[in-house]
């Protein structure tokens, strides 16, 4: 069964939502959407709680009992005195530049690689296979500072180059690439390898096309984990002009103590691109899942 052929079962399954000929509102399926329903419910609390905490006043956020109608009223000061004390578009115009580049560079690595792995015997392939797993089981904290070192040596602290290099390698993606290229019928490949195509323009125009869905979903949770990430754009720049979001969101707390409105209303301008992101590629995200056993299929 090709790729294309299993890609399009899958889809039609997805948007049936249920076998030919189960009942869709037997018992068992109801209760599995309840509790769907509830799971999707306890999920949105915290959400909630962190929106309704930033509408409120500072006094009301740290009061110790919880009010859906608190005394100072429901208002957006929390929103205005964040976006006063910083430089919101510019940090927001950081996290997207470098966050796009990362994942543009991720996902064009990742695919070469994980295409190498897949269809390609060469010399240390094994080892280098080894090493790249290695490299998932190994934290990110510990490459901090030999990273910091490499990017003082090449002069590319406080630079974006400085942010993004480091972070446009995801040994995990190659592996889910991998997989998925192993589930491309070679016969696509050999009938175009008869036809005088090279392997690269078999790669363009026969593989990524096929390699869609998988490579959406990759490009969505790289981009993610680029927006989200802290610790290293905090490490590699001092340059105000420089920081990302979440960097930059961190110098506008306030000297007089934990201010629980800005910060819940700082979480959420950092989340809200994600949000909207997340809504207008979820069907990619779903696709890549069940396509390529995120699921654990």
Not at 13 to 34: C, D, F, T, V, Y
Not at 275 to 287: A, C, E, G, T, Y
């Amino acid at each position: 069964m090709s790729s294309y052929t299993l890609s399009r079962g899958i889809n039609s399954r997805i948007k049936q939502g249920h076998k030919p000929g189960e009942n869709p509102w037997s018992i068992a399926r109801m209760a599995a959407l309840l509790v769907l329903a509830f799971l999707a419910a306890t999920w949105l609390v915290p959400f909630a709680w962190a929106v309704l905490t930033s509408l409120k006043s500072e006094a009301d956020a740290g009061a110790s009992s919880i009010s859906l109608n608190p005394p100072d009223g429901l208002g957006f000061d929390a929103y205005r005195k964040v976006l006063s004390a910083g430089d919101i578009p510019a940090w927001a115009w950081n996290s997207l530049l470098t966050s796009v580049a990362i994942t543009l560079i991720t996902v064009a690595t990742s695919a070469l690689a994980g295409y190498a792995f897949s269809r390609i015997s060469f010399r240390g392939r094994r080892w280098l296979y080894a090493a790249i797993i290695a490299a998932i089981i190994i934290p990110p904290q510990l490459l901090i500072v030999p990273l910091f070192r490499q990017m003082l040596t090449f002069n590319l602290v406080d630079t974006y180059w400085g942010i993004i290099l480091p972070q446009a390698f995801a040994p995990a993606m190659v592996l889910i690439l991998k997989r998925f290229f192993d589930q491309i019928p070679v016969e696509l490949e050999d009938a175009a390898r008869v036809d005088g195509a090279n392997r690269l323009r078999v790669f363009w125009s026969i593989v990524l096309p096929l390699s869609r869905p998988i490579l959406a979903a990759v490009a969505i949770f790289v981009f993610i984990g680029a927006w989200n990430n802290f610790l290293w754009p905090f490490i590699v720049t001092t340059d105000a002009d420089l920081m990302t979001l979440p960097v930059g969101l961190q110098t506008v707390k306030s000297a007089y103590g934990l201010q629980y409105a800005q910060n819940m209303a700082s979480a959420i301008l950092a989340a809200l691109p994600l949000v909207v992101v997340f809504l207008f590629f979820q069907r990619q995200i779903i696709k890549g899942i069940a396509t390529t056993g995120f699921g654990g299929q």
